[in-house]
T-cell receptor, first 110, second 115 residues
Framework: KNEVEQSPQNLTAQEGEFITINCSYSVGISALHWLQQHPGGGIVSLFMLSSGKKKHGRLIATINIQEKHSSLHITASHPRDSAVYICAVERIQGAQKLVFGQGTRLTINP | NAGVMQNPRHLVRRRGQEARLRCSPMKGHSHVYWYRQLPEEGLKFMVYLQKENIIDESGMPKERFSAEFPKEGPSILRIQQVVRGDSAAYFC?????????????FGPGTRLTVL
């Protein structure tokens, strides 16, 4: 079983819809990262969080340490949000490297 | 302030040749991580380096792969005697990392194709 599991694997929605992507992990972590990978392949760091909630524009990330769960929300989705969203964790033990989920492929149709 | 730079962006090699992938971290960053993304698979950690030191190479294949981050110059990921299974996107990331709060900034990746 993967240490980091994302759901759904694929998500198609209409422009304007509220999007939620989930991430569950099974190890103790010091931080959780949400990344975005565009069709061209480049990776952008969206959020890094260890507790609570962060917001940047239309993106919101939350984490519940007790439940070992994080969610990424996109409000008023737009076709340009179409990308693969990747959850990654830093383990408390064995430190600095990131352990990645398999990614969620999001497609927003106009 | 330039971001993380990788070159080449695309690299084609024939089986048995060597591949050298370069990563220049962001200014002021002394920690470099290499990750590999095989076709249709997720990202996997390969190696974590600081200047002149390999900190964690637990994700590196035991043979043919090596990495360095010299005092001067970029970090190099070297793959000797490439095989078709090495075809993948290789990303590096850099961070300052003074505490466990470790924001990593990713480069654009090098896409290696082995013929």
């Amino acid at each position: 079983k993967n240490e980091v599991e994302q759901s759904p694997q694929n998500l198609t929605a209409q422009e304007g819809e509220f999007i939620t992507i989930n991430c569950s992990y099974s190890v103790g972590i010091s931080a959780l990262h949400w990344l975005q990978q565009h069709p061209g392949g480049g990776i952008v760091s969206l959020f890094m969080l260890s507790s609570g909630k962060k917001k940047h524009g239309r993106l919101i990330a939350t984490i519940n340490i007790q439940e070992k769960h994080s969610s990424l929300h996109i409000t008023a989705s737009h076709p340009r949000d179409s990308a693969v969203y990747i959850c990654a964790v830093e383990r408390i033990q064995g430190a600095q490297k990131l352990v990645f989920g398999q990614g969620t492929r999001l497609t927003i149709n106009p | 302030n330039a971001g993380v730079m990788q070159n080449p962006r695309h690299l084609v090699r024939r089986r048995g040749q060597e591949a050298r992938l370069r990563c220049s971290p962001m200014k002021g960053h002394s920690h470099v991580y290499w990750y590999r993304q095989l076709p249709e698979e997720g990202l996997k950690f390969m190696v974590y380096l600081q200047k002149e030191n390999i900190i964690d190479e637990s994700g590196m294949p035991k043979e043919r792969f090596s990495a360095e981050f010299p005092k001067e110059g970029p970090s190099i990921l070297r793959i000797q005697q490439v095989v078709r299974g090495d075809s993948a996107a290789y990303f590096c990331a850099s961070s300052i990392r003074q505490t466990s709060y470790n924001e990593q900034f990713f480069g654009p990746g090098t896409r290696l194709t082995v013929l």
